[in-house]
């Protein structure tokens, strides 16, 4: 079965294990990668277009496993994954379609783990987890830990499913649902993971989602130098939370209901 892994990369060109994937790619003609630039102002195109050229010359065929996706203009890393996944269901056969960081924080030992159990047990959705192996090696400054505890506790009581680690960068889809998770736009370009369970959760049902979505335990996660998350964008965490909560959770609830219109003023025939 044919996979495809989105990798985002936005000013990640010193940050690419270009050895890495290379390895992975020359040993699992089964995957295809697909690299998007998203409007990056450094040289990350040029060197994946480097990187491609010379892995097409020295391999035939390759043509289809190793893609570059170039997007016009940096549009954060929630559009630039969903633009290469329905780039990836468009112009591809994959029958299951996942994403990593373009760092490697989750191996690709990890996210082939994460395809196997998806195939085995004929699921949906299999997202990585940093939350559930007390013996993962996990390299994290404190500051992000203490961060991500809070954020979490908050992110969980919003999506409304039993799972422990809804921001982990290593998710992979079946074709179908990824159709359905990935049509729309988002609402938050660095929380997008939260709407993207919040659609699982909505597409099966809240009582069915977790037949067809499993939680994996991760043997490694590596926190690399060069996060794009400003101190800007962590302060708005919180306000962007409330406004996913509304959007997906309480403003359809406030449709379903009959609002009443009350007149501002008496008509005139019944005033006094």
């Known amino acids: 079965m044919k996979n495809g892994i989105i990798i985002p990369c936005y000013n990640e060109e010193a940050r690419l294990k270009l050895s890495d994937y290379q390895t992975f790619i020359e040993k699992n003609p089964k995957y295809t990668l697909c690299f998007v630039n998203d409007g990056s102002t450094d040289g990350t195109l040029d060197v994946l277009k480097t990187f491609q050229k010379k892995l097409l010359s020295m391999h035939r065929g390759m043509e289809t496993q190793l893609l570059i996706y ?73 500051f992000r830990q203490t961060a991500s505890f809070a954020i979490g506790k908050f992110i969980k009581s919003i999506v409304g499913l039993d799972i422990k680690d809804t921001q982990c960068g290593a998710k992979v889809f079946s074709r179908e649902i990824a159709k359905v998770v990935f049509k729309d736009s988002f609402l938050s370009k660095w929380l997008f993971d939260v709407e993207v369970l919040i659609r699982v959760k909505n597409h099966f049902g809240k009582n069915n989602a977790m037949q067809y979505l499993n939680e994996v335990a991760l043997s490694k996660w590596e926190e690399v130098e060069g996060s794009k998350i400003t101190l800007r964008d962590s302060i708005q965490f919180p306000l962007q939370l409330c406004r996913i909560a509304y959007d997906y959770n309480i403003k359809p609830q406030l449709s379903m209901r009959e609002i009443p219109v009350i007149p501002l003023f008496r008509s005139s025939s019944s005033a006094v």
């Open 70 to 142: 170039d997007m016009p203009k940096n549009g954060g890393k929630a559009e630039a994954v969903r633009a290469g996944v329905n780039y990836l269901i468009k112009n591809t056969n994959v029958q299951n379609v996942g994403f990593v960081d373009a760092d490697l924080a989750t191996g690709f030992d990890d996210f082939q783990n994460l395809v196997g159990t998806l195939e085995d047990k004929n699921l949906d959705v299999v997202i990585g987890s940093r939350k559930i192996n007390q013996d993962l090696e996990m390299e994290r400054s404190k």
